[in-house]
């Protein structure tokens, strides 16, 4: 407990002082917005001059949007969320050329930035200011009692006591300054949560901007699907022309050589026919694996809940598996949960190293959210192979998500969220259905 | 009769060799990809290719790609190409060369040793050996057939298959000579001049089917 309250004291202490300092940074990068809104409206007004034309207003609108691109990676930190507004940069992307001024001049989001230099320069400032004042005061309180001390009498006043006539009177100071300081980091971060609202009024997506970027978003998760659905078809073509097709053609010509030579070398008939019958058994053991590798019949008649188990059993290391689900989710959710389940499972044997692994599956607010974790030697990098990469696509078809942390020295943790309705709460044991 | 094998899965490769060798047949060699196969098959001029039309390195139709060079290079190789499914498209660009001497058959027909092996041996020898699956796909799709009564359309049938008439005469129980009157009436309905060549008659059949 004790240990729980010294953390806390330290994270707003902490705050505090990222408040403080950010709003300090803020100040500086104030006065910058009055020079930018000025080459900005330059560049704007040098457009139709040759050469130069070409290349100021793309240069400075890329400085504007780092500008405020700044601000909203800030505002993240005060706890306010700006999402980046921009329409997507036209294909291919050319430095110079109509389509570039018509991407940056008909963005909305180009003009909502504009606007907000001088208003967001000015509060920016003003809130950084006020964030700076009362712990600067905090601390003169602090560092005037030993001032005072050395200087003699000479001293004007501290907080309640102006002008400060004895010692004690000064030497109250410091806690006084301490009651300043700590104040001041106190409110330092509620200050820096204002200019972050104000800035959001400017720097957020409009409704049609957030839908602009949703139609982008759903176009490339759309492609990223139909590659990956094509992708899949073709392995299990693959599969099949290579494995049990194969398997069959091969078992025919045995066994119409075994009847070939039936009467002529009965030996080598019997011979070639124990080959067919051990060729047939192999086929249907990979006709069911390809099968489990499109659906698995688990899955089918389980549902997420038993074919995760199922999963669990089969892997070569104990894995925990804690499911609370009050349904099904439709069929395609539920096999993509189980597949990138089945992947992260996958991976956790073949890199992590790990003793044990455990899968926590639970149902809230409409989000299915699935943990994978184990307590391998982490350092997994999600830029690393096609496997992640792979994983994310299956979700983002259903706007799912994945999140990988992996520090090294472990744990490793998936995290999957996928939005989902359950169809049917749950009416008989999962034994029932056997 | 010496043979050249085109097929990338070892287990069919294998069963193809004894297969082929059981009946007398030399294997000279046996590639698993589809650049090695035209080398191949210039370097030992078999009297009869066997090649799967989905090779390595592409696993597209490197086979059928490698067996229509090999019969630019040298006119009426005979060359029997084997798939997992057929298309008629395929089976026209195998027919529109120069000559006969040319077989597309479904891998399944290897099951029935005997048939399969009467192929491999009607190539070699110039004949046509076109899987029943192609032909009834072209049949199925051709209004003009409509003209043709139902026994002239099974001997064209059998006819675009690869078949003698002496073939066609045993395997629709009928006398030789009902078979080429069959085979006259059709070519008259079709519009084509009569000829003694099995081969010809079955690319016309098939050509004018596919044009």
Request: with cysteine; glycine share 8%; proline share 6%.
């Amino acid at each position: 407990m004790a240990d729980n309250k010294d953390m806390e004291t330290r994270s707003w202490v902490r705050h505090g002082l990222r408040a403080v300092a950010v709003g300090a940074l803020e100040i500086v990068l104030s006065v910058f917005n009055v020079p930018l809104l000025v080459f900005w409206l330059v560049a704007l007004a040098l457009t139709p001059a040759a050469g130069i034309g070409m290349v100021a207003l793309p240069l400075m609108t890329k400085v504007l949007r780092a500008r405020t691109d700044l601000v909203r990676r800030l505002a993240t930190g005060a706890g306010v969320v700006i999402a980046r507004p921009y329409a997507p940069q036209p294909q291919p992307a050319l430095t110079g050329g109509w389509r570039r001024f018509k991407w940056i001049l008909t963005d909305p989001a180009t003009w909502r930035d504009v606007a907000w230099l001088l208003p967001g320069g000015i509060i920016g400032a003003a809130l950084g200011v006020l964030i700076l004042l009362l712990p600067a005061y905090g601390l003169q309180g602090i560092i005037l009692l030993p001032l005072w001390v050395h200087l003699g009498d000479v001293w004007y006043g501290y907080g309640v006591y102006w002008p400060i006539e004895n010692f004690s009177e000064g030497l109250l100071s410091l806690p006084q300054g301490a009651l300043f300081l700590a104040a001041g980091l106190i409110v330092a971060p509620q200050l820096r949560k204002v200019d972050a609202l104000f800035a959001k009024l400017f720097l957020a997506p409009t409704r049609a901007a957030e839908l602009r970027l949703r139609v982008a978003h759903l176009t490339v998760t759309r492609a990223d699907t139909v590659d990956a659905q094509a992708a899949e078809l073709r392995r299990i073509e693959r599969d099949l022309h290579d494995g049990a097709q194969a398997r069959l053609v091969s078992l025919g010509m045995t066994i119409g050589l075994a009847e070939e030579l039936l009467d002529r070398d009965p030996a080598a008939a019997r011979k070639l026919l124990a080959e067919a019958r051990e060729a047939s058994g192999i086929a249907l053991v990979e006709l069911r694996h390809l099968v489990r590798g499109i659906h698995p019949p688990v899955l089918a008649e389980r549902g997420l809940d038993g074919a995760v188990r199922a999963l669990a059993i089969s892997m070569s290391m104990p894995v925990e598996v804690d499911i609370d689900l009050p349904g099904r989710p439709q069929t395609p959710v539920e096999s993509a949960a189980y597949f990138v389940i089945a992947e992260a499972l996958t991976n956790v044997v073949r890199h992590s190293g790990a003793q044990t692994a455990a899968v926590t599956i639970v149902y809230h607010d409409g989000t299915l959210a699935v943990v994978v974790l184990d307590d391998g030697h982490g350092g997994a990098d999600p830029g690393k192979g096609t496997g992640l990469r792979g994983m994310e696509r299956r979700l983002a078809a259903f706007d799912g998500t994945m999140t990988l942390s992996s520090p090294p020295g472990g744990p490793t943790v998936v995290t999957l969220e996928l939005p989902c309705v359950l169809s049917s709460p749950k009416t008989s044991p999962s034994s029932a259905t056997d | 009769m010496r043979v050249v094998l085109a097929e990338d899965l070892a287990l069919l490769r294998d069963g193809l060799t004894r297969l082929l060798e059981a009946f007398d047949f030399e294997v000279v060699e046996a590639v698993d990809n589809g650049p090695a196969l035209l080398p191949a098959l210039l370097k030992y001029r078999p009297d009869v290719a066997v090649v799967d039309v989905r090779l390595p390195p592409t696993f597209t139709d490197e086979g059928l790609q490698a067996a229509l060079a090999a019969r630019i290079e040298v006119p009426g190789l005979p060359i029997l190409v084997l798939s997992q499914h057929v298309e008629p498209l395929y089976a026209r660009e195998l027919l529109s060369g120069s000559g006969g001497g040319v077989g597309y058959l479904l891998k399944d027909r290897v099951s029935n040793v005997g048939q399969f092996v009467d192929a491999v041996r009607r190539v070699a020898a110039g004949g046509t050996a076109m899987d029943p699956e192609v032909v009834s796909q072209l049949l199925a799709r051709r209004e003009p057939l409509a003209i043709l009564t139902g026994r002239e359309r099974e001997v064209l049938a059998q006819m675009a298959e690869g078949r003698s008439n002496a073939a066609i005469a045993a395997k629709l129980y009928i006398t030789e000579k009902a078979i080429s009157k069959h085979i006259n009436n059709i070519f008259t309905k079709l519009a084509m001049p009569p000829s003694d060549d099995d081969n010809r008659r079955v690319l016309a059949v098939l050509t004018y089917l596919n044009s």
